[in-house]
């Protein structure tokens, strides 16, 4: 399989996943692998490198689920707006943006696999949902009206990096909306919960079941 090609790409993510409802969000529909193993495996095969992070484009995590959730229920957050989705991964976040009303949503990864996933889910919801592999952490946040970012604190420098910028975006005049379900790096000292939702998991994923998840915002 080669996936040097945007389409190659597409092509690998339709023969090694399965459109599927995400747990939370059932009104979605994402190309999403039933276990992490070989997906992983195969992923590594066919860019020929070993020790890539785990395709975080083929699930839909505790975070990005809670958050796609909080955005339907509450479309006026991004109704008629300008809208970043920051690590999109699968594009999940992103979709329920659309599906929502936003007038336009940017889904950012600097993950190569992540442009053609967002593509395949977005057809599959039938929207449409720009897409950089632009690392954004490299220059302030894009003008916006909502940023959102669903589980992005996996590690210290990541979080640290992440929540610097969306702090800076909060004070260019962004509305912030994070997902997260208690990451250990996830500082929330100055963010004010929204929502909290039992989210279904894989134990090939995280260390329970169902992760108690949270929704906060920068006031």
């Known amino acids: 399989?080669?996936?040097?090609?945007?389409?190659?790409?597409?092509?690998?993510?339709?023969?090694?996943?399965?459109l599927q409802p995400p747990p939370h969000t059932p009104e979605l529909s994402l190309h999403l692998a039933d276990e992490i193993t070989p997906i992983w495996t195969l992923t590594e095969e066919a860019l020929q490198e070993i020790g890539l992070p785990p395709p975080f484009w083929a699930f839909a995590w505790a975070g990005g689920q809670a958050l796609?959730?909080?955005?339907?229920?509450h479309p006026e957050i991004v109704a008629g707006k300008r809208v970043i989705d920051f690590a999109t991964g699968s594009g999940?976040?992103?979709?329920?943006?659309?599906?929502?009303?936003?007038?336009?949503?940017l889904a950012a990864d600097?993950?190569?696999?992540?442009?053609?996933?967002?593509?395949?889910?977005?057809?599959?919801?039938?929207?449409?949902?720009?897409?950089?592999?632009?690392?954004?952490?490299?220059?302030p946040?894009?003008?916006a009206d909502?940023?959102?970012?669903?589980?992005?604190?996996?590690?210290?420098p990541m979080a640290e990096a992440v929540m610097d910028w969306l702090r800076q975006g909060r004070a260019s005049g962004s509305s912030v909306?994070?997902?997260?379900?208690?990451?250990?790096?996830?500082?929330?000292?100055?963010?004010?919960?929204?929502?909290e939702y039992q989210?279904?998991?894989?134990?090939?994923?995280?260390?329970f079941a169902v992760k108690r998840t949270s929704v906060w915002t920068l006031p």
Do not use: H
């Not at 796609?68 to 229920?73: E, K």
């Not at 909502?146 to 210290?156: P, R």
């Open 1 to 18: 399989m080669i996936v040097q090609t945007l389409e190659g790409r597409r092509a690998f993510i339709r023969d090694n996943t399965r």
């Open 92 to 105: 999940l976040v992103a979709i329920a943006a659309m599906k929502a009303g936003a007038a336009s949503v």
């Open 68 to 73: 796609a959730r909080y955005i339907l229920d």
């Open 141 to 143: 946040p894009p003008q």
């Open 177 to 195: 909306l994070i997902g997260d379900p208690g990451r250990t790096y996830f500082r929330k000292d100055d963010l004010l919960k929204l929502a």
């Open 146 to 156: 909502v940023l959102l970012a669903g589980d992005i604190c996996y590690e210290k």
């Open 110 to 139: 600097i993950d190569v696999f992540c442009e053609a996933a967002v593509g395949l889910n977005a057809e599959a919801n039938g929207v449409v949902v720009g897409f950089t592999e632009v690392n954004l952490l490299d220059a």
């Open 199 to 207: 989210v279904e998991t894989t134990r090939e994923l995280e260390d």
